[in-house]
C-alpha cells in the first residue's frame, strides 16, 4: 500500500515551488507560515534557480488543495517573494539522494558488493577498511528499501537529502519573468490574480 493510499481523505503531497530574492531570514519567515497553521513541512530544499540572484525553495507538505492554496497566497505577501506555483507529484519529476554507511568486514563476508548496488542501483562513495559508504538516489520509497537492506549487515549511518524536483509542464521562470517586465505601465497588477488564475497565467 502506497502513502497517498494512507492519507485522510482530499489529502495529498503538495510540492510548492518559491522563487525569492536571497534575503537573510526569509526562510524563517515562511517557515513560521506553516507553524501557525500547524502545518507539517515533509521536506525543503533551497537551491540556486534558472535566473542570477534568485533563490528556489522546493517545499514539499501533504495537505488539501484549499489549504495549500491559501498558504501559497501568504508565502507571495513576503516583500522578497516573486512567484509561488503548487503542483502534484504527478506534475513534477523528483528525486533525493540518500548515503548509508555499513561496516566493510560484515558486508565482505555475508553479501556481494556488487550484487547489491546492481539490484538497488546504488554506487560505493567511499570504500575503506572500516567502512563503506553507498549513496542512491530515486524516491522515498526507493532509498528506504536499501535501509530495509543493509539493516542486517549493520547500517552504522543513514541520511536522506530534501527533494528536488523539476516542474514537467513548465517553459521556466526566466521567460515569465521577463513577459512580466514588458508590461505596459499604468497596468494596475491584482493582488494574487496569478494564484487566482495559475492555470491562465505564470502556469508552469
Not at 51 to 74: A, G, P, Y
Not at 183 to 199: A, K, S
Request: hydrophobic share 35%; net charge negative.
Amino acid at each position: 500500500m502506497s502513502t497517498q493510499d494512507t492519507l485522510p481523505e482530499g489529502k495529498q503531497e503538495y510540492n510548492i515551488t518559491v522563487y525569492t530574492e536571497n534575503q537573510i531570514g526569509l526562510l524563517n519567515r515562511i517557515a513560521i507560515i506553516f507553524t501557525r497553521r500547524k502545518i507539517n513541512i515533509d521536506s525543503l530544499n533551497t537551491s540556486p534557480s534558472e535566473i542570477e540572484s534568485i533563490h528556489r525553495f522546493n517545499i514539499v507538505i501533504t495537505e488539501t488543495e484549499d489549504v495549500v492554496r491559501k498558504l501559497c497566497r501568504q508565502i507571495e505577501k513576503q516583500v522578497e517573494v516573486l512567484k509561488v506555483y503548487y503542483h502534484t507529484n504527478a506534475d513534477i519529476i523528483w528525486q533525493e539522494m540518500a548515503l548509508y554507511k555499513v561496516p566493510a568486514d560484515i558486508i565482505a563476508e555475508k553479501a556481494s558488493v556488487e550484487r547489491l548496488l546492481r539490484e538497488n542501483g546504488a554506487r560505493a562513495v567511499v570504500i575503506r577498511k572500516d567502512y563503506i559508504v553507498f549513496e542512491t538516489t530515486g524516491h522515498r520509497e526507493e532509498t528506504d528499501n536499501l535501509i530495509n537492506v543493509l539493516q542486517p549487515f549493520g547500517l552504522i549511518e543513514f541520511v536522506r537529502s530534501a527533494r528536488i524536483a523539476i516542474i514537467k509542464d513548465s517553459e521556466g521562470f526566466n521567460r515569465k519573468l521577463r513577459e512580466f517586465e514588458k508590461r505596459e505601465p499604468g497596468e494596475d497588477v491584482i493582488e494574487n490574480e496569478y494564484l487566482n488564475q495559475r492555470d491562465k497565467v505564470f502556469t508552469m
